[in-house]
């Protein structure tokens, strides 16, 4: 794990950012908004999954994997099968087994296409009320660029 601090859409120039979105086919909050703006490819190509795979507890777990730009990717944790202001409900959103999972998962890919990879420091743990010590243990196992946002 290697942490930087920063703008994770301007930090990666090139690579892959990999990100937690809801299964409710609704991208409008936080990284997922931003990314959304930057690269509309991405929420057209969750849309498309979302009419793939018809209902939420089917999405639940999928990582999927958009190409954003000639230099980006953009990876999707469907890791969040309903969505809320955590802060507000006291209610956890976040499946952390299923985000500690695809965590790996992009980090193995990023390994394999000796790319690098870009992930929140708090991924799943702001909004979705996730356990933000869980998730930095899980980071900490992988050679991943760990953002912090400044």
């Known amino acids: 794990m290697k942490i930087l601090y920063g703008d994770i859409l301007k930090l990666c120039k090139e690579g892959a950012i990999l990100q ?11 990284l997922a908004k931003n ?15 979302s009419r793939k795979l018809k ?44 985000l500690i999972k695809n965590i790996m998962e992009f980090d ?17 743990c702001e909004l979705a009320g996730g356990n933000p010590d869980k998730i930095k243990k899980a980071l900490e196992n992988t050679e991943l660029n760990v953002v912090i946002y400044k």
């Open 108 to 124: 193995k890919i990023c390994k394999d296409r000796n790319i690098q990879g870009y992930v929140p420091l708090l991924i799943g």
């Open 20 to 30: 937690q979105v809801n299964c409710q086919s609704a991208m409008g909050a936080g």
């Open 55 to 98: 209902t939420p507890e089917n999405r639940l777990g999928t990582l999927q994997e958009v190409i954003a730009s000639y230099e980006v990717s953009v990876f999707n944790s469907f890791t969040q099968l309903n969505f809320g202001n955590a802060r507000k409900t006291g209610i956890c959103y976040t499946n952390e087994e299923l």
């Open 35 to 49: 990314i959304m703006v930057k690269y509309p490819i991405v929420r057209k190509e969750y849309m498309k999954l």
